[in-house]
């Protein structure tokens, strides 16, 4: 059974193993900054970390962002972030059903677009992602980094 819901305060640690596999050099924090921003996520309107149970377990995640706007007819648009499914179940269709409910939410709450960027320079990831309905060719992304 599959099971497309928002995450829950008891849902932390295996979103976190989840982003290990999405990002496995991240540290591992010991000083709770790691819990307080999970907090601050699930307690944010327009935050919506989602993720995607398969049996039971937390299989899949994603991360819906719905930025408020003066254009467009003040109609928000969305970022998604962090999309994860669990690497044993990779090609298994739970990304398209990740994508596709979050999509949904995204337009469920009147956005007119919804924008995401990948570091993955991985022909499949980006296959992936149009056949998800994105097109690479809508936008040009930039990047900043604070100086270090």
Wanted: charged residues 20%.
């Amino acid at each position: 059974m599959i099971v497309f819901r928002e995450a829950g305060p008891d849902d932390f640690e295996e979103v976190l193993r989840l982003y290990r596999q999405l990002q496995p050099n991240d540290p591992i924090l010991s000083d709770g900054s790691d819990a307080t921003a999970y907090t601050r996520i699930l307690e944010s309107p327009g935050l919506h970390l989602f993720v995607l149970e398969a049996d039971g377990a937390i299989a899949a995640t994603a991360y819906l962002n719905v930025i408020p706007n003066l254009t467009r007819s003040a109609s928000p648009y969305a970022v998604i972030e962090n999309v994860v499914v669990d690497e044993a179940l990779r090609g298994t269709g739970l990304g398209k059903q990740i994508m596709s409910r979050t999509l949904r939410a995204a337009w469920d709450a009147g956005c007119y677009k919804a924008m995401l960027m990948t570091g993955s320079r991985r022909p499949g990831v980006h296959a992936f992602y149009r056949s998800c309905g994105f097109s690479p060719d809508a936008k040009t992304a930039y990047l900043a980094r604070p100086p270090s």
